[in-house]
Nanobody, 129 residues
Framework: HVQLVESGGGSVQAGGSLNLSCSVSPATYTFKQYCMGWFRQAPGKEREAVAAITTGGGGRYYVDSVKGRFAISRDVDQKTVSLQMNGLKPEDTGTYFC?????????????????????WGQGTQVTVS
């Protein structure tokens, strides 16, 4: 399993911005062979997919509720995956998790299925008021 460490969470007012970062320590595959996802979980709710990116080709995927507001990116040299969140809304509040899956998960259409991911970070809290 790959090791993932998130950072960048915090508390902001509605309309504000935050940038989350996930540091990736590859184990089995090189950094360019992953489908990296961001998920979030609000209290009392299930963990849901937010966005994903293929670390090799840079293909990007978003859930409809964040399109146009969030942007996922990766830095191959730094081995990081970031989530720039703009226009934050109270409903974006939750714990945000970085997760890793094999490359085929993204390109095969399964990027939003949390069961496809086998490595998870500890999460970082985002609160929008």
């Amino acid at each position: 399993h790959v090791q993932l460490v998130e950072s960048g969470g915090g508390s902001v007012q509605a309309g504000g911005s935050l940038n989350l970062s996930c540091s990736v320590s590859p184990a089995t595959y090189t950094f360019k062979q992953y489908c990296m996802g961001w998920f979030r979980q609000a209290p009392g709710k299930e963990r849901e997919a937010v966005a994903a990116i293929t670390t090799g080709g840079g293909g990007r995927y978003y859930v409809d509720s964040v399109k146009g507001r969030f942007a996922i990116s990766r830095d191959v040299d730094q081995k990081t995956v970031s989530l720039q969140m703009n226009g934050l809304k109270p409903e974006d509040t939750g714990t945000y998790f970085c997760a890793a899956a094999q490359f085929r998960v993204c390109v095969g259409g399964g990027w939003s299925d949390r069961d496809e991911y086998n490595s998870w970070g500890q999460g970082t809290q985002v609160t929008v008021s």
